[in-house]
T-cell receptor, first 116, second 111 residues
Framework: DTGVSQNPRHKITKRGQNVTFRCDPI?????LYWYRQTLGQGPEFLTY????????KSRLLSDRFSAERPKGSFSTLEIQRTEQGDSAMYLC??????????????FGAGTRLSVL | DAKTTQPPSMDCAEGRAANLPCNHS???????VYWYRQIHSQGPQYIIH???NNETNEMASLIITEDRKSSTLILPHATLRDTAVYYC????????????FGKGTRLSVIA
């Protein structure tokens, strides 16, 4: 168990460029979540996968955002035509179906995006 | 929106117990109280959760009032490494619902 891994840790981009982040969940965790966190705020939910199926998307996930989890393992989050308001920490979490009421989410260290 | 209310900040002397309160007056019967913390530049870390009974693990204790409208997270012997933002979250325990974070309590442990 190496924990949830996110890459890159930091990304600086110019407005209008596309960026892609990767999340590798804990092995055998079939649930994967994406959250966004801006300065001084708690994380906000973006979207959630169970295996390869994207089951829920927040209204925060505009059309410029797309997430995939093609083989039910790692996931990618892409932001097209980035805007300065997209600057934030993007967090990935995973959990294992079948924990019953425990259902603990384990978080990665996040990818910090700065849009200039 | 978060269903919990927490003080924005607290201080605690190193070695003393840190008691972090949380109000969740609208909690439903099937909702659990979860606590996470976030140390600077890291992702949130699970601490403990409970339904109605008090809970204890190697990190902390969770005390839930009988009416379940509030709870207290206790770090028995706070160290400098416990300096973090602590989030109290209520959610259905067995569901796949995402976590809804508020702003949390920023705990500063002082030497």
């Amino acid at each position: 168990d190496t924990g949830v891994s996110q890459n890159p840790r930091h990304k600086i981009t110019k407005r209008g460029q596309n960026v892609t982040f990767r999340c590798d969940p804990i092995s055998e965790h079939n649930r994967l979540y994406w959250y966004r966190q801006t300065l001084g705020q708690g994380p906000e939910f973006l979207t959630y996968f169970q295996n390869e199926a994207q089951l829920e998307k927040s209204r925060l996930l505009s059309d410029r955002f797309s997430a995939e989890r093609p083989k039910g393992s790692f996931s990618t989050l892409e932001i097209q035509r980035t805007e300065q308001g997209d600057s934030a920490m993007y967090l990935c979490a995973s959990s294992k179906l079948g924990q019953g009421r425990k259902n603990i989410q384990y978080f990665g260290a996040g990818t910090r995006l700065s849009v200039l | 929106d978060a269903k919990t209310t927490q003080p924005p900040s607290m201080d605690c002397a190193e070695g003393r117990a840190a008691n972090l309160p949380c109000n969740h007056s609208t909690i439903s019967g099937n909702e659990y109280v979860y606590w996470y913390r976030q140390i600077h530049s890291q992702g949130p870390q699970y601490i403990i959760h409970g339904l109605k009974n008090n809970e204890t693990n190697e990190m902390a204790s969770l005390i839930i009032t009988e009416d379940r409208k509030s709870s207290t997270l206790i770090l028995p012997h706070a160290t400098l490494r416990d300096t973090a933002v602590y989030y109290c979250i209520v959610r259905v325990g067995s569901g796949n619902t995402p976590l809804v974070f508020g702003k949390g309590t920023r705990l500063s442990v002082i030497a």
